[in-house]
């Protein structure tokens, strides 16, 4: 059974930072590209980040590059995600999902998916 569990989220002011983990279980963690997600409340998720399995390549929305950071540490079976400048609207929960096939920017392309964090940015 996969299990995702994702941490860090929380309260911060507008221009903060916070680095949220994604630590994985019941997979070859290092065989997986991964990927964050996010939802705010009446809105659909919507990509924010992505990795490929072996970190050679890195995908971000429009909306966060430049701002966030997404890595891997597979000897701890755990993805980050460092965001940096942060903004009222990146305001939503945050999830983190393996890939498993389709378009990488898709909920679709996704299998699995931790509970989620949620992250508040005050103005």
């Known amino acids: 059974q996969v299990l995702l569990v994702e941490s860090g989220g929380g309260l911060v002011q507008a221009g903060g930072s916070l680095r949220l983990s994604c630590t994985a279980s019941g997979l070859t963690f290092r065989s997986y590209s991964m990927a964050w997600f996010r939802q705010a409340p009446g809105k659909e998720r919507n990509f924010v980040a992505a990795i490929t399995w072996n970190g050679g390549s890195t995908y971000y929305a429009d909306s966060v590059k430049g701002r966030f950071t997404i890595s891997r540490e597979d000897a701890k079976n755990t993805v980050y995600l460092q965001m940096n400048s942060l903004k009222s609207e990146d305001t939503a929960v945050y999830y983190c999902?393996?890939?498993?096939?389709?378009?990488?920017?898709?909920?679709?392309?996704?299998?699995?998916w931790g509970q989620g964090t949620q992250v508040t940015v005050s103005s």
């Open positions: 999902a393996a890939y498993r096939g389709g378009g990488v920017t898709l909920p679709a392309g996704y299998k699995d």
